[in-house]
């Protein structure tokens, strides 16, 4: 089935079809390292692992990149401020961005560029934007001169001095034009740097990922995508830099952007205090709940966090896992994707309308008698895969707890036999104080025809 994408730049959906049906091509802007993100920095990497997963189904050969922006000032006060070296920063953040995005269920993309280890190709590409007329040296920075790109404001859809009117622009007296962009700016002795046929300094960010996007995956890709914020001015200025750098040659084909995540309806902001970091969310939160609340909404919208949009994930998942847990005993073979879930991610990538499919599979299953409870296992866990999701064990599930709180199993196990045996004996006082004791642990248990079952109420 095809799939069809909204565009940003065209503003409208399109059917999606790759310059090159062997090589898809895929650049998403990764975080720049400096401390823990936060969870509206977490909808990207998930969203877009969705769409990776897709792309995979109907192309032989995907190639994502994901970057990390290693070099950067907020990067150099966060050092300064430390006492530390820049790289002992960036290596720290980096690995935490890994780890804690890997425990919401994201792959690792194909590609990850890391600023630092590009210096070359964007000193190449800001010489071939001065040998073009397109940028100019001043005072030892380079920047770029906005008016020498005509289409300057096309993915936004604004003019661009009513762009330049709602941005923070530094205003240096060696800028041609107020909105000309930095490309290259000098470094004294306290700072990184590198040397450069305009001295020793260090990139500006917009510069950076169109060197790694080049690198990696060539003058044009297929699809570049990353949170509406970095509409402008970072994805215009990529834009316009890559395409004057290659000649006139478009830079990306397709334009995705996801909403903003909000709390309680108002924008996360360290001003207002509910900036809330992912690192933290994942010592109090099951990893998988955190991704399915980061899905439940359609891409392109603002998403609101609240405590009881993630109780009612946790609570979501309980019931699926519960099914796929009554469901232990059938060999499923290999899941298949159902052709009722993938319809609803070709259609720009609709995880609302593919978790609805999804509840309805769940209870499919719940329901199914037979062998047909093998086809409704395979469906359920095959669907829920193309959205990273009911991949662990049951058991797994249920027993996991909250991060924080370690569970002993054994311990546990040891008071469920020791419940056993005194219900056989018909000592029902004590049967009843084990489960009280295993309530206040937070041990929910259920007896059932298979045996008796214990899961943590999860917070």
Known sequence: MPISLYNTLSRRTEAFAPLDPQRVTMYVCGPTVYNYIHIGNARPPVVFDVLAKLLRRHYPNVVYARNITDVDDKINRAAADAGVPIAEITGRYAQAYREDIARLGVAPPDVEPHATD??????????????????????????????????????????????????????????????????????????????????????????????????????????????????????????????????????????????????????????????????????????????????????????????????????????????????????????????????????????????????????????????????????????????GLLQQDPEAWFQQGNPDNAIDAAAIEALLDERRAARAAKDFARSDAIRDQLKDLGIAIEDSAQGTRWSVVKA
């Open 118 to 387: 590009h210096i070359p190709q964007i000193v190449a590409m800001i010489e071939r934007l001065i040998a073009t007329g397109h940028a100019y040296e001043a005072e030892g920075h380079v920047l770029f001169h906005v008016e020498s790109y005509a289409a300057y404001g096309e993915l936004s859809g604004r003019d661009p001095d009513e762009l330049l009117a709602g941005a923070r622009v530094e205003v240096a007296p060696y800028k041609k034009s107020p909105g000309d962009f930095v490309l290259w700016k000098p470094s004294d002795a306290t700072l990184p740097g590198w040397d450069s046929p305009w001295g020793r300094g260090r990139p500006g960010w917009h510069i950076e990922c169109s060197a790694m996007s080049e690198a990696h995956l060539g003058d044009t890709i297929d699809i570049h995508a990353g949170g509406v914020d970095l509409t402008f001015p970072h994805h215009e200025n990529e834009i316009a830099q890559s395409v004057c750098a290659h000649g006139g040659k478009p830079f990306a084909r397709f334009w995705m952007h996801n909403g903003m995540l909000t709390f309680d309806g108002r924008k996360m902001s360290k001003s207002l205090g509910n900036v809330l970091q992912l690192h933290e969310l994942l010592s109090k939160h099951p990893g998988e709940a955190l991704r399915l609340m980061l899905l439940r909404g359609h891409y392109r919208q603002p998403l609101d966090w609240s405590d009881a949009a993630m109780t009612q994930s946790v609570r979501t998942l309980d019931g699926w896992y519960g099914v796929l847990r009554d469901l232990a005993d059938v060999d499923a073979g290999e899941p298949v994707v159902p052709a009722s879930v993938e319809a609803t991610l070709c259609d720009d990538l609709n995880t609302p309308q593919a978790l609805a499919e999804i509840s309805q599979l769940a209870d499919a299953a719940r329901r199914a008698i037979g062998d047909d409870r093998k086809a409704a296992k395979a469906a359920l866990i095959g669907g829920g895969a193309l959205l």
